[in-house]
């Protein structure tokens, strides 16, 4: 019995792991010749940049975590914006959240569709052209009626002046 059986010598090369105990990787024998594992390629200046930015980023999120675990603040910690705490203030002030939010999403999706329909109207062959000159002719009866002659310009500023005063509510 000693005689059928063969006693295999094996050898692990330097490239293969263990995993739970079993060997992965490259296994040689004595009928099998192993080469040796080869240098890392060589880098580009911009491989190098890469490589460098993503250590540097990897260093920065591993001292903000440490920066985080021990309860200090981060170095790169930012002062928040002023117009960020007018916003922050106005939403506190404000009693009926769910309606405010309800109106600002219904704003985007008005928005979005009148978007839609003004693509969809310039894209027909005749209407873009007719409202051009509705446009156009427009613009000359406006400057003809308000702006030609001096009383009527004054007439105009005037009334821009009240509609102001009554948005604004100053006087």
């Known amino acids: 019995m000693a005689s059928s059986t063969t006693s295999l010598r094996l050898a ?14 490259a296994v040689a024998s004595p009928q099998c010749v192993s080469l040796p594992t080869l240098p890392p390629p060589t880098m580009s200046s911009q ?13 920065k999120l591993a001292r903000n975590v440490v920066a985080m675990a021990t309860g200090d ?21 404000v009693e009926d959240k769910y309606a405010v939010s309800s109106l600002a999403v219904a704003g985007v999706v008005a928005l979005w569709g009148s978007a839609g329909m003004i693509s969809a109207i310039d894209r027909l ?17 406006f400057a003809y009626k308000n702006l030609v002659f001096k009383p009527d310009r004054q007439a105009l500023f ?8 009554d948005v604004i509510g100053k006087s």
Do not use: H, M
């Open 12 to 25: 692990i090369s330097s490239s293969s792991t263990l995993n739970d105990g079993r060997t992965t990787g």
């Open 158 to 165: 005037q009334k821009i002046k009240e509609t102001y005063k």
């Open 73 to 93: 603040a981060p170095a790169e910690a930012a002062e928040t914006p002023e117009i960020v705490k007018t916003i922050l203030e106005a939403w506190d002030n």
């Open 47 to 59: 491989n190098r940049l890469q490589t460098w930015k993503s250590t540097t980023y990897c260093r």
């Open 125 to 141: 062959p005749l209407i873009p052209g007719v409202f051009e000159l509705v446009g156009i002719g427009y613009s000359g009866w």
